[in-house]
């Protein structure tokens, strides 16, 4: 019943596909060729995977349960000089978009064009930022056609590729704006005006498939209002209007992170009971993951102090590996969930009380098909609950969902999908000095360039985002002696290098909590008479978010020299001169042309000061697993393999805990050939390059925890609860680490046999496992030959290793 349900599920969309379907919704869904339909989908970027790594997320995605999978468009890589268009390599929106029709998806499609997303500017071309009398996301003439251009030119690439589902192709949804309610009250009344514009523009574009505005109570019919957060079956209102269904278009999955914090672990448990809430509760009938595959910031791709790894804790990892148990429990979700759809999007609902802290929602058609969820709202305790007539067991914080009303087909806090951990293996080191070449960058000085001010500049409106880097250049005339004299740089910027009569002075950053200006103080050492003051502000990405973006400001604002007597000169309005990026920049040193033309040095011991280029040669490993160069004795700076950046890097920005926020950085296989790659980095802060390693990255350990009292899979064929281990592609389950059925104790990260225990435990595992990519245990006296402990509940752990 369960495989005819997804080949029924299949062939739908292959048919709505190869004929055109319309799209529309009522109260309880989206209707697709007239049909009600129970959607779940994830979000997955292009841009931040390469195209060769597309087929195996999306069907990785489908297998997942899936049956969409979601996108912003990322305006600002494809217009990145107005009027100059980029859709090729992993930009190609159309082929991404095409790939996912193949494998039989839907696609949501997020058009924005302003996007947030931890994306540079909110995904605006920063062009945007020059054109005369513009407010960002306003009712602002310039602003609206501009935006109107680019929307209606994706709208009709669309349409040209034949991808709407009105013409046969997959796209089902498309979203217009992005949470513009949580600023649209700074626009007094340009905001609401703005929000009915966006609307009918969207709509007047004739797509054939609804739109919707995240975050947006005020929505106009009959665009859809939507939720974003991690928490929709208890913060969001529901639909704006009776008509309009409850879709949830952002569940996160994780959080983003920055350099300088620790990551956010977002449980698997909390997400599943988050969907069936909100499920249960608001009715809703569409589920997005976000993100269900985060990829990477390549280049300079990322806002303000964002990590390079982007949600690397969703269902599939940066590297597209699966993330266990996010992915499998996520599925047995969706299966349930489908199971019941008739019963969800056409019975009849009501609720009430089990409990004091306890609920049951339930829907029921004239027909008897039934389905419930029956919620523990407590934290801390285990309910027994009554429903029906039957006895049920709660674990605190969990839903369980009743299939026909009294078979309980899947419980949020009961995972019995295995555990997996990922780990590194070593494939090449580069602890050679002789590897090694080494560039110098230049420290300029007012002597360096000729646009002068006097005046201290706005870093971003002077380098265009063409770069990170802004040097601001004066001469400071000491006449006063070497009197204890310190400099005082106060910035806007992310990071400041100081460099007095080209001496290394010192450097300080800001982070990513604070809006408000960082100071540099340091002691330097002047000569008599002219002295040159060379200060590099760099930032590490632009903002993404806020109301008028385009005032936001960057880079310094005021600089002081102060001596013994805390006599203070303030040198803000000397004449400054200014210099935008890196010489190595514009000589493209990290390109093969660039480097041939570079005069490189060798390198008998690695320099240990700021602002140098590295370069080796290295050959790509034989095997296919995903790659990532460990930077862990680096300080910041960039890397580029071939010429292709895979972001900035920043070891040297530790969490609370003393350590890097990231240290592996993505190498994507389709950036690499065979020999003879260029690796080049560009280090701020005198990292050592001989403690970097590549390594292959793998899914080596697994493990499972099943009890008796665990629903059994409703995606499998398993009569009893089991224990399913599955090795990643290409691996074969090669030890049984530790198995024991009866009371184990502990879980998959620490585990000890317990009071109760089957000798045989570790023999069957290994009957069942070894050799074999996957295997499944099924909790049982009767698979291990008797009853350890007659009388209790038993549990069976297995952990073992892939090879």
């Known amino acids: 019943m369960k495989l005819e349900a997804i080949v029924v599920t299949t062939l739908l969309m292959m048919a709505i596909m190869a004929e055109?379907?319309?799209?529309?919704?009522?109260?309880?869904?989206?209707?697709?060729?007239?049909?009600?339909?129970?959607?779940?989908?994830?979000?997955?970027?292009?841009?931040?995977?390469?195209?060769?790594?597309?087929?195996?997320?999306?069907?990785?995605?489908?297998?997942g349960g899936l049956d969409v999978v979601q996108t912003y468009v990322f305006w600002n890589m494809h217009e990145p000089i107005q009027g100059q268009y980029n859709f090729e390599g992993r930009y190609d929106l159309?082929?991404?978009?095409?790939?996912?029709?193949?494998?039989?998806?839907?696609?949501?499609?997020?058009?924005?064009?302003?996007?947030?997303?931890?994306w540079n500017y909110g995904g605006f071309p920063f062009w945007l930022h020059d054109i005369p009398g513009i407010v960002y996301r306003s009712d602002n003439e310039p602003f609206k056609m501009y935006m109107q251009r680019f929307v209606s030119k994706i709208v009709q690439m669309m349409k040209d590729e034949n991808l709407y589902?009105?013409?046969?192709?997959?796209?089902?949804?498309?979203?217009?704006?992005?949470?513009?309610?949580?600023?649209?009250?700074?626009?007094?009344?340009?905001?609401?005006?703005?929000?009915?514009?966006?609307?009918?523009?969207a709509v007047n574009l004739q797509t054939g498939v609804p739109w919707m505005m995240c975050k947006q109570e005020d929505a106009p019919d009959p665009v859809i209002n939507t939720c974003n957060g991690m928490?929709?079956?208890?913060?969001?209102?529901?639909?704006?209007?009776?008509?309009?269904?409850?879709?949830?278009?952002?569940?996160?999955?994780?959080?983003?992170?920055?350099?300088?914090?620790?990551?956010?672990?977002?449980?698997?448990?909390?997400?599943?009971?988050?969907?069936a809430l909100f499920v249960a509760k608001k009715k809703g009938s569409f589920v997005n993951y976000y993100m269900y595959h985060g990829g990477t910031n390549f280049g300079k791709s990322s806002s303000s102090y964002i990590i390079t790894a982007y949600y690397d804790q969703?269902?599939?990892?940066?590297?597209?590996?699966?993330?266990?148990?996010?992915?499998?429990?996520?599925?047995?979700?969706?299966?349930?969930?489908?199971?019941?759809?008739?019963?969800?999007?056409?019975?009849?609902?009501?609720?009430?009380?089990?409990?004091?802290?306890?609920?049951?929602?339930?829907?029921?058609?004239?027909?008897?098909?039934?389905?419930?969820?029956?919620?523990?709202?407590?934290?801390?305790h285990e309910a027994t609950v009554q429903f029906q007539n039957s006895t049920y067991e709660l674990p605190q914080k969990s839903i369980s969902i009743l299939s026909n009303c009294n078979n309980v087909a899947f419980n949020t806090a009961k995972v019995s999908a295995q555990y997996g951990t990922r780990s590194t293996k070593t494939v090449e080191i580069f602890n050679q000095a002789s590897r090694w070449k080494v560039e110098m960058e230049k420290i300029p000085t007012s002597n360096s360039s000729t646009w002068v001010e006097n005046e201290l500049i706005e870093q971003m409106a002077a380098t265009k985002d063409s770069t990170d880097y802004?040097?601001?250049?004066?001469?400071?005339?000491?006449?006063?002696?070497?009197?204890?004299?310190?400099?005082?740089?106060?910035?806007?910027?992310?990071?400041?290098?100081?460099?007095?009569?080209?001496?290394?002075v010192g450097t300080v950053h800001g982070s990513h909590g604070s809006r408000d200006a960082f100071l540099l103080s340091k002691a330097i050492s002047l000569n008599n008479g002219q002295n040159d003051i060379s200060l590099l502000s760099v930032m590490v990405g632009l903002p993404d978010s806020g109301a008028y973006l385009e005032r936001r400001v960057a880079g310094l604002q005021r600089v002081r020299i102060s001596n013994s007597k805390d006599q203070f000169e303030d040198l803000s309005n000397n004449q400054w001169t200014y210099k935008v990026g890196?010489?190595?920049?514009?000589?493209?040193?990290?390109?093969?042309?660039?480097?041939?033309?570079?005069?490189w040095k060798t390198v008998e011991s690695f320099p240990s000061q700021p602002l140098v280029w590295y370069m080796t040669i290295f050959d790509a490993p034989l095997s296919d697993e995903p790659l990532a160069l460990n930077l862990i004795g680096m300080g910041k700076g960039e890397v580029w393999i071939n010429g292709q950046s895979i972001g900035r890097y920043w070891i040297s920005f530790k969490t609370p805990k003393g350590v890097p926020s990231q240290s592996l950085y993505h190498v994507p296989r389709s950036f690499l050939k065979a020999y003879g790659n260029l690796l080049v980095l560009f280090e701020e802060m005198g990292g050592n390059p001989s403690t970097i390693t590549l390594e292959a990255i793998s899914v080596t350990g697994i493990c499972g925890r099943v009890s008796e009292s665990y629903p059994k899979s409703i995606v499998s064929l398993n009569k009893y609860p089991s224990v399913k281990l599955h090795c990643p592609k290409g691996k074969a389950i090669s030890s049984i680490d530790f198995a024991s059925y009866g009371s184990p104790v502990g879980n998959c990260d620490s585990y000890l046999v317990g009071s109760c225990h089957s000798a045989t435990s570790r023999t069957i595992a290994e009957k069942a496992?070894?050799?074999?990519?996957?295997?499944?245990?099924?909790?049982?006296?009767?698979?291990?030959?008797?009853?350890?402990?007659?009388?209790?509940?038993?549990?069976?752990?297995?952990?073992?290793?892939?090879?």
């Open 20 to 63: 055109g379907g319309d799209v529309s919704y009522d109260g309880r869904a989206l209707l697709i060729d007239g049909t009600r339909r129970i959607l779940f989908s994830g979000s997955i970027h292009y841009p931040r995977s390469t195209p060769d790594m597309w087929p195996s997320l999306i069907a990785n995605a489908k297998s």
């Open 94 to 118: 159309v082929r991404f978009i095409k790939e996912i029709r193949d494998q039989g998806l839907f696609v949501s499609l997020r058009i924005g064009p302003f996007i947030e997303a931890e």
């Open 165 to 201: 589902a009105s013409q046969g192709g997959p796209i089902i949804l498309s979203q217009i704006e992005n949470e513009y309610q949580t600023i649209e009250h700074a626009f007094h009344e340009k905001g609401p005006a703005y929000v009915k514009w966006a609307a009918n523009m």
């Open 231 to 275: 928490r929709c079956g208890e913060t969001f209102t529901g639909p704006n209007s009776p008509n309009k269904p409850s879709l949830w278009t952002e569940n996160w999955t994780s959080f983003y992170q920055v350099y300088g914090e620790e990551p956010y672990i977002r449980s698997v448990e909390d997400i599943a009971f988050a969907v």
């Open 314 to 380: 969703a269902p599939l990892d940066e590297y597209g590996l699966i993330w266990q148990p996010k992915w499998a429990h996520l599925k047995e979700l969706h299966a349930a969930i489908k199971l019941n759809s008739e019963a969800l999007l056409d019975g009849k609902y009501i609720s009430f009380s089990i409990g004091q802290a306890q609920e049951a929602h339930v829907f029921q058609t004239d027909t008897g098909k039934c389905l419930a969820f029956l919620i523990n709202q407590d934290l801390v």
């Open 470 to 504: 802004l040097w601001y250049l004066t001469r400071y005339n000491n006449t006063s002696g070497n009197q204890n004299n310190m400099i005082h740089v106060d910035s806007l910027a992310h990071v400041i290098h100081a460099f007095v009569n080209n001496e290394y």
């Open 582 to 599: 890196l010489s190595g920049e514009k000589s493209n040193v990290f390109t093969e042309q660039g480097t041939k033309a570079t005069d």
């Open 769 to 803: 496992c070894l050799g074999r990519s996957g295997c499944s245990i099924p909790v049982s006296p009767r698979k291990f030959g008797h009853d350890p402990c007659p009388g209790t509940s038993k549990s069976l752990l297995v952990a073992a290793k892939c090879q």
